[in-house]
C-alpha cells in the first residue's frame, strides 16, 4: 500500500527555518543550516545555495504551503523568490535550545581566541593563552551575544578586562620616514599617537621605529599621507610586539 502526501505539504529534513509575521499571519521559509548567517553576512550570493526550496510555508515542520491569495494580501506579491528574499533578510532564525548552546558555546571560544591573540601582560610582553582568557571571560561573567560578530566581542572583552588583569592589546611596530621640511612639526603631531619611541635617525630626513597601539595605526598612516602629500612613508615592521613564549598563572 502507497503512502500519499498531499500536494499543499512539503517534507523536509535537516532545515533552518527563518519565520516572519506579516499581516497578522506567520510565514515561514525552509533554508540550509548554516547558510542563513553567510547570506546575511553578504558571503553567500546564490539564493539557490540558501533556500531548500522556493515556497513560502505557514508551517514548515509540517509541510503547510502558505495560500497564494495570503501572501499576495500580505506581501503585495505572489512572486515566491522576492518574498523568500524578503523573509530570509527581515525574519528570525529558529534554532533548537541545543544549537544555540553550541552555537554561544563555538563564539565563546572564538572570541577568547581573539582576545589571546591580539593581547599581551603589559609587564611581561608576554601572550596569554586561549583557555586563561576563558578562565577570565567566566570570571568576568561575560555574556555572549549571538547577534554580534566575534571582532566586535572581543574588543568589549578587552575593555572588560582591563578592570580584573593586567592586559593589552599588543603593539605594532612601525617606521616612519618623515622629509625634513615637516619632520619637526609632524612628530610634534604623531606625538600623542606614539607609545614608544625606540630609535630616531635624522640625516636628509627623520626616521623613526616606535612601538603604537592597532586602534591608532589608521589615524597615523592618514596623518603622514596627507601632511606629506606621499613623500613620507610608514612600514609595518611586526604586527605584535610580543616576548616568545605563553604567560602562565
Known amino acids: 500500500m502507497s503512502i500519499f502526501?498531499?500536494?499543499?505539504?512539503?517534507?523536509?529534513?535537516n532545515v533552518a527555518v527563518v519565520r516572519m509575521k506579516k499581516g497578522g499571519k506567520r510565514f515561514e521559509i525552509a533554508c540550509y543550516k548554516n547558510k542563513v548567517v553567510n547570506w546575511r553576512a553578504g558571503a553567500e550570493k546564490d539564493l539557490d545555495e540558501v533556500l531548500q526550496t522556493h515556497s513560502v510555508f505557514v508551517n514548515v515542520s509540517k509541510g503547510q504551503v502558505a495560500k497564494k491569495e495570503d501572501l499576495t494580501k500580505s506581501f503585495g506579491t505572489d512572486d515566491l523568490t522576492e518574498i523568500c528574499k524578503q523573509i530570509l533578510t527581515k525574519g528570525e532564525l529558529q534554532v533548537s535550545d541545543k544549537e544555540r548552546h553550541s552555537q554561544l558555546e563555538t563564539m565563546f571560544?572564538?572570541?577568547?581566541?581573539?582576545?589571546?591573540?591580539?593581547?599581551?601582560?603589559?609587564?611581561?610582553?608576554?601572550?596569554?593563552?586561549?583557555?586563561?582568557?576563558?578562565?577570565?571571560?567566566k570570571d568576568i561573567h561575560y555574556s555572549v551575544k549571538a547577534n554580534k560578530s566575534t571582532k566586535q566581542q572581543a574588543l568589549e572583552v578587552i575593555r572588560q578586562l582591563k578592570e580584573s588583569m593586567e592586559i593589552q592589546r599588543a603593539h605594532m611596530r612601525l617606521r616612519l620616514v618623515l622629509p625634513a621640511k615637516e619632520a619637526k612639526r609632524l612628530k610634534e603631531k604623531l606625538k600623542p599617537l606614539l607609545q614608544v619611541v625606540e630609535s630616531e635617525d635624522f640625516d636628509e630626513q627623520?626616521?623613526?621605529?616606535?612601538?603604537?597601539?592597532?586602534?591608532?595605526?589608521?589615524?597615523?598612516?592618514?596623518?603622514?599621507?596627507?601632511?606629506?602629500?606621499?613623500?613620507?612613508?610608514?612600514?609595518v615592521l611586526s604586527l605584535k610586539d610580543v616576548e616568545e613564549g605563553e604567560e602562565k598563572f
Open 5 to 13: 502526501t498531499p500536494t499543499n505539504q512539503i517534507r523536509l529534513t
Open 109 to 137: 571560544r572564538d572570541i577568547a581566541t581573539i582576545v589571546a591573540e591580539k593581547c599581551v601582560n603589559p609587564e611581561t610582553k608576554r601572550p596569554y593563552t586561549v583557555n586563561l582568557i576563558e578562565g577570565a571571560m
Open 206 to 235: 627623520l626616521e623613526m621605529v616606535c612601538l603604537v597601539d592597532p586602534g591608532c595605526f589608521r589615524e597615523i598612516d592618514e596623518l603622514i599621507r596627507c601632511e606629506t602629500r606621499g613623500r613620507g612613508s610608514l612600514e
